[in-house]
């Protein structure tokens, strides 16, 4: 009987040892057979890890560098493992037409990333929704009703209103020769004209209630560049729930939610006052109203575009603004030839509308070269491929994850003379522009997915930048040279000046 047992247990327990021995070298040799059998398909790329990939080579707020590096090194095209997620990089304008034009239908999907499809209602906004019909309806909707130009300009009078705010609050500042956080200053407009532009209200009069809704907004947006395990090794899913993230997850979504319902509760009010400006979810409710699109809008809809627009446009904006005026400062001689235009053709006016800023080339100039040296979305925002298909000869797999190095094109010294240097004159008699037409210059990205928040984009650059350059005239802290400001970013999809742009205003002239 002992014996007997003992054979049992023997047999049933070597297996088990045998299989625990070998199944390391098992998914060893899984892992390491993927890869080269994905190999043969994608183009050639840095050695990974078995399951990590190459995570261990990336860090997250010096990404497109690193990239770029590896570009160096192996091509204009090459590929990655994101853990078990493949990647392809592009690098060069000729590789980017190919996969934003000759195959933009195959490479307009976007990857499911656990975060952000938490944040859009399982994907009912436009920017992390899969390409299909409903990618199409939604995106119909947001460009005809809410994005287009005629629209934009209606919402002017909201971007007149707080730019004058602002420069009424820097003015109290240049007074008393104050040091300034323009990031600060920025970030608070920015966010102030979207969300009057989206919801109708101002959140910086509202003490406790903005530094809820703006507490919310930095929470998505660190939610949105946190790694998931769950996104790109997905067997170690587990982990995430570990680390508290779904339930941090689940809260600030709740929240957002609540939010966002308790707006639309205040617009279906019959005894609401109608506003001077029709705001944002007073458009999507007339659209739901009408059922004019073969998409019935519900409130889910509405608040996951809400999300879009919020997350899409003031990051984006302040960004950009606070990149312009880190350049100019960095070089007097465009600051003075751009201040110099503005106030000779601006008509000595002590705010710029709309209207006179379309007469200044030079400054029109200046924004175009912002966006090319310090393009807020350097890696544009990941596609993924629909289907199989060859880019450059190499047969990518469906579902492949698709960086386009926006910011190594447009530094690519074969297409630019002197990349390095802010040079607004490079655009003054060329005709590359911002619409994804010239693909040495991709700014907003091109092919179907690009930008559809261009207009409302510019109107506030130009706004906002214009009268900062007409109404101050700008300085250093005392002690600090020009060369002493850096050009760190922070991590994230939208990247921000990491280190705070601190600056004196003298006002050009009396307010
Ligand atoms: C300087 C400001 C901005 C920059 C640099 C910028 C840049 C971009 C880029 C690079 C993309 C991805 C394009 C692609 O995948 O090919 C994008 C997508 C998008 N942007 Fe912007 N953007 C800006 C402002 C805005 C504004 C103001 C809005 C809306 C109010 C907006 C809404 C969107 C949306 C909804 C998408 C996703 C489109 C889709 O996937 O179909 N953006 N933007």
Not at 208 to 214: A, C, G, M, P, V
Request: with cysteine.
């Amino acid at each position: 009987m002992h014996n007997w047992y003992h054979e049992i247990v023997a047999t049933m327990v070597s297996p088990l040892v045998i299989l625990c021995l070998i199944l390391p070298l098992l998914l060893l040799f899984f892992f390491q057979n993927r890869r080269t059998i994905n190999k043969k398909s994608l183009p050639p790329g840095p050695r990974g890890l078995p399951i990590i990939g190459n995570f261990h080579q990336l860090e997250n707020s010096t990404l497109y560098l690193q990239l770029w590096q590896l570009s160096k090194k192996y091509g204009p095209l090459f590929s990655l493992r994101l853990g078990l997620r493949p990647a392809i990089v592009v690098s060069s304008s000729k590789l980017a037409k190919e996969v934003m034009k000759d195959h933009d239908l195959e490479c307009c999907g976007r990857p499911k990333l656990l975060s952000q499809q938490k944040f859009s209602y399982n994907g009912l906004d436009m920017s992390f929704s899969s390409y299909g019909n409903y990618w199409r309806e939604i995106r119909k909707i947001c460009v005809v009703h809410v994005l287009s130009s005629r629209r934009v300009s209606r919402f002017s009078s909201i971007r007149q209103f707080e730019v004058k705010q602002m420069i009424r609050k820097i003015s109290r500042h240049a007074s008393s020769s104050k040091v300034i956080n323009l990031n600060e200053v920025l970030m608070c407009l920015t966010s102030t004209i979207i969300c009057r532009t989206a919801f109708g209200r101002r959140y910086e009069d509202e003490g406790t209630e903005r530094s809820k809704f703006h507490g919310l907004l930095n929470e998505l947006q660190d939610m949105n560049s946190t790694f998931f395990f769950s996104d790109y090794i997905p067997f170690l899913g587990w982990i995430d729930k570990l680390r508290g993230l779904h339930a941090r997850l689940e809260q600030t979504f709740k929240d957002l939610d609540e939010f966002y319902q308790q707006v639309i509760d205040e617009h279906m009010d019959p005894n609401r006052k109608t506003p001077e400006n029709e705001d944002i979810i007073h458009v999507l409710l007339q659209v739901k109203k009408q059922r004019s699109f073969s998409l019935d809008l519900t409130t889910h809809h509405i608040k996951a575009v809400l999300m879009d627009m919020l997350v899409a446009a003031t990051d984006t904006t302040a960004a950009t603004t606070v990149w312009a005026m880190t350049a100019l400062l960095k070089n007097p001689r465009v600051m003075k030839k751009v201040q110099e235009e503005i106030r000779s053709l601006g008509g000595k006016k002590d705010f710029l509308e709309e209207d006179d800023i379309q007469k200044f080339p030079y400054f029109k100039a200046m924004i175009k070269e912002t966006l090319r040296m310090h393009i807020p979305t350097p890696l544009l925002v990941q596609r993924e491929t629909n289907e199989p298909c060859v880019i450059d000869g190499y047969e990518i797999p469906p579902k492949t994850i698709v960086y386009v190095n926006a910011w190594a094109i447009h530094m690519d010294p074969e297409a630019w003379k002197d990349p390095e240097e802010f040079l607004p004159e490079r655009f003054l008699d060329s005709t590359k522009d911002i619409w994804g037409q010239d693909f040495e210059f991709i700014p907003f990205g091109a092919g179907r997915r690009i930008c559809p928040g261009i207009p409302m984009a510019i109107a506030s650059l130009d706004l906002i930048l214009a009268n900062l350059l007409n109404s101050f005239d700008w300085e250093l802290p005392a002690g600090m040279r020009k060369d002493d400001i850096d050009t760190e970013r922070l991590p994230g999809l939208t990247q921000h000046k990491k280190n705070p742009l601190y600056v004196l205003a003298k006002c050009s002239r009396k307010l």
